[in-house]
């Protein structure tokens, strides 16, 4: 019988109270990140929704993509950490031995806004392009309200401040990742999941309809194991990154 993997808890906050600046959700907030250093975010009320639809087109576009032959996602490789498509088996896997199980395709924000941006050329036709500066433009503004919030919450002013710290006209390194798994009888035996990790960002926003995303709860010396995250429609799961220079609890 295999192993029983806890599948662990977290906190839910609300978008539109945080947008709001609503004091009580900006307290949770605070806690949320300096105590656990994740959450899920509830984007369902009428603030988060454009969020929520342009999650799906992304997805629809993902499909679009992934489906192609390996040449024409390819098309300019891996460019940099945060431009161009890894396939399968770029990075170390889960178990000893192994390399992961996805093909990925990431855009940076500052790609996007140029006039001819490296992507391939599969995902730039008929629309994709606006769908991907729909999505990094929607994931921008959300993560500058949860900066902006937690500015508020830890009583910071001036240049201090998370968001003052991210102004869209810096070049910046945040991009839009878009992983496809694939079922072990395409990846091979020794292509399995994706190695444990922390991210070097200041917030990551995750979104996904399926199980995979496993945590470790803080506790002495990583007392706690991982476990799974439950996927939470409406929701997206905020992680806060090694960039992010919060109080330690």
Known sequence: MGKTVPVWSMKTLDYGLLLSHE????????NACIDEGYFYL?????????????????LKLMKRFFDKPLEVKNEFGLISSHLGYEPVGSRTGVAAGTKDGYEMLKVSRDEIQRDSPKIPAIAKESG????????????????KVLLSALSDGLHLSGGGRFENQHKNERPSTTTLSMMHYLPSELSGPNNIGHQKHTDISTLTLL????????????????ALEMGFVAPKPGCAFVHVGDSSALPVA
């Open 42 to 58: 509830d984007l369902r009320g009428i603030d988060g929704r454009r969020m929520l639809s342009d999650h799906q087109d992304t």
């Open 207 to 222: 979104f996904s309809e399926q199980w995979g995303l496993q945590v470790r709860p803080p506790g002495e010396c990583g």
């Open 23 to 30: 004091p009580s959700e900006i307290d949770k907030l605070v």
């Open 128 to 143: 994709e392009l606006q769908i991907l500066e729909n999505a990094i433009g929607s994931c921008n503004t959300i993560t």
